[in-house]
């Protein structure tokens, strides 16, 4: 139909969703003030909290919430938060979510850049509305592994807590790179070997429908590790992570097509696919040594948690149980 239908339909779909977000996305915002909490934990009898709030909370109550301007919003300067991102790339956590979250995404717009070269060749020989339905069956995986994978992110540290004596540790949340690594390998190897081989076109959408289950696996054991480790930086983490994703979709979109133009598929993918995994290998030490790093960006000695926090003796033992996972303490 064309570039002008391409965009006009698109717009026709984001009009009504800017409609949908200024009626029923209102702006909230909540500006923490300092807060003094002081704990004392007596093992097996009951816990006395003392809480003492201090906060300076912008009060726009007789602004209209459909009001374009609402005044300031935020005490917080806007240079902090323009520069806030960037020292999170020493953070242990942080770097290891931006990197495997982008590589993930990465690798999924290129595969959707490499569509044409793949199926509009022969033996496939695909015609651009063809190619284009080509994605289907990754939004069925996408739909999927969703769901699956939110279930799964509750359920395994469920399990997991219950098993390290009802202790949780952020580092539960990386078991979900298992699926996703498994998953994802498999697609790339595969992929690279049945467009060299001519296979069926069935073949290839299912490896290319692995990678994109694998993603929401991915994305869950990334976003819910960094947030269980840094929750003050969270909303910078984002863009940090969002950053480095972008620089790589970037640097691969700008090169990949010359890359499997002179290389050929099987090189391309079995390349991808190693560099993947080789990524997803990181798993292991974050998960090994998790602790450590968190207790060296926070400035504290990794010393043991105890069992339990209502088994605490003092508020330097509830301290270390929330060190790196900070909740609320009913």
Request: aromatic share 14%; with cysteine.
């Amino acid at each position: 139909m064309g570039v002008k239908y391409t965009f006009g339909i698109s717009a026709l779909i984001f009009i009504p969703l800017l409609i949908a977000t200024f009626l029923f996305v209102p702006e909230t915002v909540y500006q923490r003030g300092e807060q003094f909490k002081t704990v004392e934990i007596v093992s097996h009898e009951k816990v006395t909290t003392t809480v003492t709030f201090r906060s300076n909370i912008p009060d726009h109550s007789h602004h209209s919430a459909y009001a374009v301007f609402r005044g300031r919003v935020s005490n917080e300067k806007f240079l902090k938060q323009l520069i806030k991102p960037f020292p999170l790339f020493i953070y242990p956590a942080v770097v290891f979510g931006s990197f495997i979250y982008g590589s993930f995404f990465t690798w999924l717009l290129a595969l959707s850049v490499l569509s044409v070269p793949m199926f509009s060749a022969p033996p496939y020989n695909l015609r651009p509305s063809q190619v284009g339905l080509t994605n289907l069956p990754l939004l069925v995986a996408g739909l999927i592994g969703a769901p699956t994978s939110g279930w799964m992110a509750d359920k395994v540290i469920h399990l997991m807590a219950k098993r390290n004596n009802g202790v949780y540790e952020p580092e539960f949340r990386l078991t979900l790179m298992i699926p996703g690594a498994l998953l994802s390998t498999i697609g790339f190897f595969g992929l690279g070997s049945s467009i060299a081989q001519g296979a069926n076109i069935v073949w290839p959408l299912t490896f290319i429908s692995l990678h994109s289950l694998a993603i929401p696996f991915v994305s869950q054991a990334a976003y819910t590790y960094v947030v269980d480790c840094h929750p003050e930086d969270a909303n910078q983490a984002f863009v940090t992570i969002g950053l480095v994703k972008s620089i790589l979709i970037f640097l691969a979109t700008t090169s990949v097509n010359g890359w499997y133009a002179s290389q050929g598929p099987k090189t391309v993918f079995w390349s991808i696919g190693g560099l993947n995994l080789g990524l997803c290998l990181l798993t292991i030490p974050m998960y090994v040594f998790g602790k450590k790093f968190r207790a060296l960006v926070s400035g504290k000695s990794p010393l043991p948690l105890p069992r339990r926090w209502d088994e605490g003796k003092n508020h330097q033992q509830a301290d270390l149980f929330f060190l790196g996972c900070p909740q609320d303490l009913d």
